[in-house]
């Protein structure tokens, strides 16, 4: 599934799918959206936007720790995003135990080496 971030109908289609049974811990439409601008706002810091390409990030808006006296695991609403030449996507919404940080980066350390390997390689730096 690769569903892109402006196709609003789409993604309430399957958040509704997929939460069917769900009372608390739900997603919307504008938590991706939010997540969305969230991550580019530290891409942006860290790297051009040609180099977005590939990245995959997995988003759990209700992330935190649960106290013990819970007596059980919360399951919660999460969400991946990855970025594509024509847009960010998401490739998958589940439900699933909750997750203790908001935001998990894929990949990240990948393209960090191989834009380390490039300018290392490069004949100019020789």
Request: aromatic share 10%; net charge positive; charged share 25%.
């Amino acid at each position: 599934m690769k569903i892109k971030v402006s196709n609003k109908e789409k993604l309430s289609s399957v958040i509704e799918q997929v939460e069917a049974r769900a009372r608390v811990r739900c997603i919307s439409v504008e938590d991706i959206e939010t997540a969305v601008k969230h991550i580019e706002k530290r891409l942006s810091a860290v790297l051009f936007k040609k180099d977005w390409v590939g990245l995959t990030f997995s988003v759990s808006p209700h992330s935190g720790q649960v106290p013990n006296s819970y007596k059980g695991t919360p399951e919660a609403t999460k969400f991946k995003l990855e970025r594509l030449a024509s847009g960010w996507v998401v490739v998958d919404v589940s439900r699933g135990y909750m997750e203790s940080v908001y935001i998990n980066s894929f990949g990240m350390k990948a393209k960090a080496d191989a834009l380390v390997d490039f300018v290392c390689s490069n004949r100019y730096w020789n």
